[in-house]
């Protein structure tokens, strides 16, 4: 079983639509909780990050971890056509600085 | 402010041909990391360095090896290239373990006949 599950997609939204993003994990040492955003052949870039369960918000994105589930979402609210990328959750314990990444949703956002 | 560099952007190499994949980051960081990215596997890494002198393996480290002998600089060596390494590499860096993020370059697309 993989330590980190999320659904490849892809995933196709019309503009404006709220768009939800899942991981789920194994590993309760799990405690940092991070949302990067790659764009068609480029390097992922750091979106979102959260340590405690609950949400946080960022303009139209908002993170939110539940660890008693082990599961984890990134919402999109009036999603844009610039929104089209890769999204990839990564995660990692309290000591140490590995990441663990899901495989990735491919989203595309249609005008 | 470059951030992460690598290079080349592109390479094909022939099977059993050997090649040093170039990182190099200009922010003082000291954590860097090598990742490899296929279609449907998502990142995979390959080594890791803690700092100048310090490596480490980490998943996928078969067939590559590490050199750091600078902060700045952190070269990925495949010696023997063969078509399982065809594959997408990136580099990464981070200031330290309590580092939220990954600043990542913007990756080496590499082909392997």
């Known amino acids: 079983q993989k330590e980190v599950e999320q659904d490849p997609g892809p995933l196709s939204v019309p503009e404006g639509a709220i768009v939800s993003l899942n991981c789920t994990y194994s590993n309760s040492a799990f405690q940092y909780f991070m949302w990067y955003r790659q764009y068609s052949r480029k390097g992922p870039e750091l979106l979102m990050y959260t340590y405690s369960s609950g949400n946080k918000e960022d303009g139209r994105f908002t993170a939110q971890v539940d660890k008693s589930s082990k599961y984890i979402s990134l919402f999109i609210r009036d999603s844009q056509p610039s929104d089209s990328a890769t999204y990839l959750c990564?995660?990692?314990?309290?000591?140490?600085?590995?990441?663990?990444f899901g495989e990735g949703t491919q989203l595309t956002v249609n005008p | 402010n470059a951030g992460v560099t690598q290079t080349p952007k592109f390479r094909i190499l022939k099977i059993g041909q050997s090649m040093t994949l170039q990182c190099t980051q200009d922010m003082n960081h000291n954590y860097m990391y090598w990742y490899r990215q296929d279609p449907g596997m998502g990142l995979k890494l390959i080594y890791y360095?803690?700092?100048?002198?310090?490596?480490d393996k980490g998943e996928v480290p078969n067939g590559y090896n590490v050199s750091r002998s600078t902060t700045e600089d952190f070269p990925l060596r495949l010696e023997l290239a063969a078509p399982s390494q065809t594959s997408v590499y990136f580099c990464?860096?981070?200031?330290?373990?309590?580092?939220?993020?990954?600043?990542f370059g913007s990756g080496t697309r590499l082909t392997v006949v």
């Open positions: 990464a860096s981070a200031l330290g373990a309590g580092d939220y993020g990954y600043t």
């Open positions: 990564a995660m990692r314990e309290t000591s140490g600085s590995r990441l663990t």
């Open positions: 360095s803690v700092g100048a002198g310090i490596t």
